[in-house]
């Protein structure tokens, strides 16, 4: 009896697991409510008595945003914290920008699988499967559409001759950003140098330089 009961509780956390990103809706919507200081998974709701139109609303994608910075690109998101009606709802988009030779460095969204739609310019895509790492890759012309598997590594970088200008769905109200560089060789405090100078094979003088660079994020 107790090994049917557990292939049984296995069975659901594997359904649970395919099915759901983000927990499922128990009832119309749960608009966040940012000004209680409790502290749940997601956030809590607004009385829905409160709730009006602007929770649903967000303006202000229409215009290129600022890329001048060392990556020459600029994520714009519209998650849970701007647009508190995505609360419990499971998705979420940004807006990214790119400057000429602009790129959206390798990084990763924990709890999300992202959809990139094209508007405008040319890119070079891809994602790393995990171990062995395998890259998928891909040039994106306008219109063009690519898909980023949930927690796998991947970025974007503009090839084309003018700005490119990209949409991108994620499966999360809030997807989370891991930009590779900036967490391996940019965390506070910083990874100790002999655990770096093993894991990329290379001496203290390469570690230290690297970790000496401005670690920008444009997420
Ligand atoms: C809650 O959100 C509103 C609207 O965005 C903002 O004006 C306010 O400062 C926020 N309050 C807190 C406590 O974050």
Redo the contacts with the bound molecule.
Sequence with gaps: MASYVFVFVVLVLASTKAFASDPSQLQDFCVAD??TKVFVNGVVCKNPAHVNADDFFFSGLDKPFDTKNALGSKVTPVNVN?L?GLNTLGISLVRVDFARHGLNPPHTHPRATEVLTLLQGKLYVGFVTSNPPKLFSKILNKGDVFVFPEGLIHFQLNIGRENAVAIAALSSQNPGVITVADAVLGSSPAIKDNVLEKAFQVDKKVVDYLKSQFWTDSN
Excluded: A, L
């Design positions: 940012n000004t701007n508190f």
